[in-house]
């Protein structure tokens, strides 16, 4: 199993920043991709940032220009670093990983979620 941890989350005005980490432990063979998804109330969860192994990165339009996803393979981490935060950035965030792990009877991927982290952006 793969256990995501995130922490980052607050209240912050709008044109603020916040900076979310995300740490994956367990039994981890590897990592393919990584990403940050958001749920606002009433809403279905969306992508926001994604990021594979090989350091490609994809953004949601809403977010291209002031969020910025960054990885630290070593760790097994993921970062979203979110400038100029608007009131509609307000949503719970989840970290999400797609993982190898091994037990006794082989390799196995499946797909990881953080419990999430509350983003608040005041007007």
């Known amino acids: 199993q793969v256990q995501l941890v995130e922490s980052g989350g607050g209240l912050v005005q709008a044109g603020g920043s916040l900076r979310l980490s995300c740490a994956a432990s367990?039994?981890?063979?590897?990592?393919?991709?990584m990403g940050w998804y958001r749920q606002a109330p009433g809403k279905q969860r969306e992508l926001v940032a994604s990021t594979n192994s090989g350091g490609s990165t994809n953004y949601v339009d809403s977010a291209k220009g002031r969020f910025t996803i960054s990885r630290d393979n070593a760790k097994n981490a993921v970062y979203l670093q979110m400038n100029s935060l608007k009131p509609e950035d307000t949503a719970v965030y989840y970290c999400?990983?797609?993982?190898?792990?091994?037990?006794?009877?082989?390799?196995?991927?499946?797909?990881?979620w953080g419990q999430g982290t509350q983003v608040t952006v005041s007007s």
């Open positions: 367990g039994s981890i063979v590897g990592i393919n991709g």
């Open positions: 999400h990983a797609n993982a190898l792990t091994r037990d006794v009877w082989g390799v196995h991927e499946n797909n990881y």
